[in-house]
């Protein structure tokens, strides 16, 4: 049996203002995690990782990362990408103070 | 302090102008991402986990208030109201807009300041002694000779390529403040009947293979300082392992190819070298030197001072911590912590610098240093205005008084902002500071350093701190080793792990249990941690951390 594929979103930073952003299902950028289209087919990830790759004017460092899906949207399933989701602990910045 | 000669303003502002043009390219998109990236990097701009982040050089830490006050205004107008000092003495931003990082940069040249060669595999921002010019033990100021390398290095043609970055520490006293034992090269300058000249460490470095400098040279006159390091640089840049980026760095060639063989190529290099330096460099250092001439120290009483220290405890207890001896007569340094118990290590707000700066104007000859711990420094304070130092940096909640204590731990930004991290560092420090400052005992402990780094490449340090804290990524977890016995100064050595790390709510109750064993087995107040631990050994501390069957478990690690 080959392995479970787990969900992803297609995830990166934004050219201009650098924070974290993510593919919605209709193609847009969204700045909030429960907004993203989560993926869990293998070869559509890769076809919207690709899609998303070839927006170079928009987005830098494009990837899938590991989700899991919940009914409240994908949730993260390692710690970095709940600090990415959220903002750094320190401070209330990044995306936690955009609410 | 250095002013800027026309070349050095032309060639930033030269510098500036290209690079305002290649993110105006990226932008269009005449430039791609791989493209842009190695421009930016040149010019210290980092993409991070949560935005863009700005590195700009404090060469050998030195600024003075106009600089300091420049700082403050690109943390309110391009950032979050506030800068992160680094153990780099480099200030970083951690929240900047692509489109403003052109106009950052014009404004840090306004004040003679920059981001070049803050990152990249190039010779990185020469760091120093932060009380050089000031501290009674030493020999010469360093920072002539690091602002010699920093011209020397910038743009040098021959080493914007190099295997990996490469960096430079110097140091101008026996007593080693500025870790040069764990630099790429590290300079002291010491005297031989009557001259000066300088003795060079290589080899040294932290991040996954930490290795202690090895001395290459006891005495290298002034006349051959430039063309020895770049004798150094260029054996390296030929012979560095460009197969393996974790293999590049000097410390491995020096390893692998031993310090003999080294020293033998160095030396036939430097046959070469020398033939191309025609005195001009010593007549720009000669340039240098001038301007690091001692500011005019003035002969007052000190009567205020002893008047405040008898009278009031919170002022005696600053001045116990945060005070070191001054060469000149009625003179002290002082530390101003950027570590308030629970605040982030290292950062200040704008308002902060601000008073910083107006601090240095008023009453330190206009001069502030920042240092590899993370702390600003008043280099040249005369006694008499400390109280009313102390008195202006107690309402900024600048005047903890915690130097060298427990406390005052070095963290790097960890996963809470940098994008190599494997796990948090801050969260872990602001614990520690908080959890000793409840107890109430930190002072009763007595001198102990501990350094938080977020992954391996060990940017805080860890591996040379008293304790040193690693944070990892255990099976999506994060964990935290602990080293014991690492030395930064001139007995430099490398922390030896305890065992088995900690879940990150461990951490504080582990510390607490070394810092008990340690208080238990001293031998009186006057034995540091350091010293209680190498006589110790590991022993009783594995025994506090991991119980009677420390054994067992350390094998199993």
Redesign the interface.
């Known amino acids: 049996m080959p392995k479970a594929f787990t969900p992803k979103v297609v995830t990166a ?1 934004a ?6 952003i993510y593919l919605a299902a209709d193609d847009r950028w969204v700045r909030r995690l429960d907004e993203a289209e989560i993926i869990t087919d293998e070869a559509i990830a890769q076809i919207r990782l690709l899609d998303a790759q070839a927006r ?2 928009e987005a ?2 494009v990837y899938l990362a590991d989700m899991a899906p919940t009914e409240d949207g994908p949730q993260p ?4 990408e709940e ?2 989701a959220t ?5 209330h ?3 936690q103070a955009a609410g | 302090m250095y002013r800027y000669t026309e070349f050095d303003t032309a060639f930033v502002a030269e510098r500036n102008r290209q690079f305002r043009q290649q993110v105006e390219r990226r932008i269009s998109g005449a430039l791609t991402e791989d493209e842009f990236k190695p421009l930016r990097l040149m010019n210290g701009l980092y993409l991070q986990l949560h935005a863009y982040m700005l590195r700009v050089a404090i060469p050998y830490g030195t600024l003075n208030s106009a600089q300091m006050d420049q700082l403050a205004l690109l943390a309110e107008k391009w950032d979050k109201g506030y800068g992160h000092f680094t153990t780099r003495q480099n200030i970083q931003y951690n929240w900047p807009e692509l489109r403003d990082v052109p106009d950052m940069l014009d404004a840090l040249a306004e004040v003679g300041m920059h981001a070049i060669q803050t990152s990249g595999n190039t010779i990185r921002n020469v760091t120093a002694d932060h009380f050089a010019g000031a501290a009674a033990d030493e020999v010469a100021d360093p920072r002539p000779v690091a602002e010699l390398l920093r011209q020397w290095s910038t743009d040098h043609p021959e080493f914007q390529f190099l295997p990996r970055k490469f960096k430079i520490a110097v140091t101008g006293a026996e007593n080693d403040r500025a870790v040069i034992k764990a630099h790429d090269i590290g300079i002291q300058v010491v005297e031989r009947d009557g001259e000066i000249g300088y003795r060079v460490l290589v080899g040294g470095g932290l991040g996954r293979t930490p290795m202690i400098g090895k001395e290459l040279s006891p005495f290298v006159p002034q006349q051959d300082l430039l063309p020895y390091v770049e004798a150094v640089v260029s054996v390296w840049n030929l012979l560095g392992r460009r197969d393996n980026k974790y293999k590049a760095r000097i410390k491995i060639t020096v390893h692998e190819h031993g310090i003999d063989e080294i020293r033998s190529l160095v030396e036939t290099r430097f046959e070469e070298t020398k033939q191309a330096f025609d005195g001009a460099d010593l007549a720009i250092f000669d340039e240098i030197k001038a301007q690091f001439a001692p500011p005019a120290f003035r002969n007052a009483p000190t009567d205020a001072y002893d008047a405040a220290y008898a009278e009031d405890p919170v002022f005696r207890a600053w001045a116990d911590s945060n005070l070191t001896a001054h060469k000149a007569g009625g003179y002290a340094i002082a530390q101003i912590s950027l570590k308030a118990h629970g605040e982030t290590p290292g950062d200040a707000t704008a308002e902060q610098m601000r008073v910083m700066a107006d601090l240095a104007r008023r009453f330190g000859h206009d001069e502030l240093r920042i240092t590899h711990e993370q702390n600003v420094v008043l280099p040249h304070v005369h006694k008499s205005d400390l109280p009313q130092i102390h008195k202006i940096l107690k309402a900024h909640g600048l005047a903890t008084a915690n130097i060298g204590l427990i406390s005052d731990i070095i963290a790097c930004p960890g996963m809470d902002y940098c994008a190599l991290a494997t796990a948090r560092s801050i969260p872990i420090a602001q614990e520690i500071a908080t959890r000793f400052d409840e107890l109430k005992i930190e002072n009763e402990i007595g001198e102990l350093k501990i350094k938080i780094s977020g992954c391996i490449n060990a940017c805080g340090h860890h591996h040379v701190g008293h304790i040193g804290i690693l944070g990892l990524d255990r099976a999506g977890v994060e964990n935290y080793q602990i080293t014991l016995g690492g030395d930064a100064t001139e007995t430099a050595s490398l922390g030896e792990r305890t065992g088995p790390g900690f879940p990150a709510e461990e951490v504080v109750p582990a510390i607490e249990r070394i810092v008990g064993a340690y208080m238990e087995h001293r031998e009186g107040p006057e034995e540091s941690f350091l010293q209680a631990y190498r006589r110790l050994g590991m022993a009783p501390f594995k025994l506090a951390l991991y119980g009677e069957d420390s054994g067992k478990r350390s094998r199993a690690a």
């Open positions: 930073n050219l201009l203002e650098g924070d974290v170079a004017s830098v460092g399933t390692h710690f970095r600090f990415r903002g750094p602990s320190n401070y910045h990044g995306k």
